[in-house]
């Protein structure tokens, strides 16, 4: 009887490894692990991603186990972290036994400090992108370690670290020319001297989150439309209230590619800068927050739907002057909207009139906030005949959850 032929014997690591790349799916490729040892073992080394809640012992065997790892997440829930979590000595062994990492996430990894992430810093030299949101107890130390170490960082993510200051972005400068996305949500110590320092040499900047930095305003911004003039696609700017039109007047010249643009609670902005910035970004514009900006009214709203035919989302919550006004120019086939997100609670001058106007051009609206408008109710949605959307969710009294694109 003929010797059944084991299949590693005829085939090697290279044409095992070529099996395994022609798994798509997650699913499969643990299933391909099982098989036998040497499945599980070449599986192990070709994997790129993973993430998990680790303590020490496990993360021994991780480093042990997924020797090339590119992606590692370590993040926690901000409501469900464990204790201790992620520790300074857990950082000591990752970037001892992880060198090829290009990406890590430590969100809400709240135990580490500047000695670990320093760690992070000066042996991860591959590093692309990092995000410690939340994590407190970071300071321009540690960070600035991780600036003057690793100059590959494209994406880094710092929200919530309330000691880091404008020597962090000094660092960030003077060593990580590739960055294109920050995340700084209050780090209230940044100041315009800080963002002035930072473009100077990082002029490839797309995405920037200033959300609640209260001491940013017109100088800083200004600083930054000029130097990422063709790059910059998204600027959040929520509650920085010394932020005013100087600014929208320099993203209006200079940034013709934004995309994104959050400026909820910037209360001194005023109609014309909206107008000029509508009109400079027409063709990019998609996502556009400036509720509570009480100087805004309908014609800001007018000029923006006329001339922002790709705008998706859309939030002027509490801009107590607009009135059905604001939707005059709809309604007819040339005024077609791409709109699939409209937030208008706490304007008690709109009325279901305005809603009929509307709802002829957005044909494609897929949640409507009308919370806290008087004049808009279910029963006289009712009553007059409106007819939303198929699927559109309608939130009349707080009922719904928010989209995620609306913070």
């Not at 993973?50 to 790892?69: K, N, S, W, Y």
């Not at 409501?79 to 990406?103: E, K, N």
């Not at 949500?185 to 209260?214: A, I, P, R």
């Not at 927050?289 to 309908?298: E, F, H, I």
Request: proline residues 2%.
């Amino acid at each position: 009887m003929a010797r059944s032929v084991c299949i590693n014997e005829s085939l090697g690591d290279d044409e095992i490894r070529a099996v395994l790349s022609k798994l798509e799916h997650d699913k499969d490729k643990e299933s391909f692990g099982l098989v036998c040892k040497k499945w599980l073992r070449l599986q192990s080394t070709e994997r790129r991603k993973l993430c998990a809640r680790a303590g020490p012992h496990m993360l021994r065997q991780i480093a042990a186990r997924f020797t090339h790892l590119r992606e590692l997440d370590l993040a926690q829930s901000m409501g469900r972290s464990f204790y201790p979590g992620v520790t300074d000595s857990d950082l000591a062994l990752i970037a001892t036994s992880l060198s090829a990492l290009r990406v890590l996430n430590l969100q809400n990894c709240k135990g580490i400090t500047d000695k670990g992430i320093t760690e992070i810093g000066t042996k991860l030299r591959s590093l692309q992108s990092l995000d410690v949101s939340y994590c407190r107890k970071l300071t321009d130390k540690g960070l600035s370690a991780v600036a003057m170490g690793c100059h590959n960082l494209t994406s880094l993510h710092l929200a919530g670290c309330r000691f880091v200051t404008d020597a962090l972005l000094s660092a960030l400068s003077m060593s990580c020319n590739k960055l294109e996305d920050l995340g700084f949500e209050g780090c209230t110590s940044l100041t315009d001297s800080g963002l002035t320092v930072l473009v100077e040499g990082c002029k490839s900047l797309k995405h920037l989150d200033f959300n609640k930095c209260s001491n940013i305003g017109d100088l800083g911004i200004s600083s930054i439309s000029k130097a990422c003039s063709s790059s910059l696609l998204t600027l959040k700017l929520l509650d920085c209230c010394k932020v005013g039109d100087d600014s929208i007047l320099s993203l209006a010249t200079h940034c013709k590619n934004l995309e994104t643009l959050v400026i909820g609670g910037c209360r001194n902005i005023s109609d014309e800068p909206i107008k000029s910035l509508a009109a400079a970004c027409s063709s990019s514009l998609k996502n556009m927050r400036m509720d509570w900006c009480l100087n805004v009214s309908d014609i800001s709203l007018d000029c923006i739907f006329l001339l922002c035919k790709k705008l998706e989302v859309l939030d002027v919550g509490c801009c107590e002057e607009i009135t059905d006004v604001a939707f005059q120019g709809l309604g007819n086939e040339d005024s077609k909207l791409n709109l699939k997100i409209l937030r208008i609670s706490n304007c008690p001058k709109i009325t279901v009139d305005g809603i009929i106007k509307l709802l002829k051009s957005c044909e494609a609206l897929e949640y409507l906030d009308v919370r806290s408008c008087p004049h808009i109710t279910k029963v006289r949605c009712h009553d007059s005949g409106l007819q939303f959307p198929q699927g559109c969710k309608v939130n009349f009294a707080g009922s719904l959850a928010e989209p995620d694109v609306l913070r």
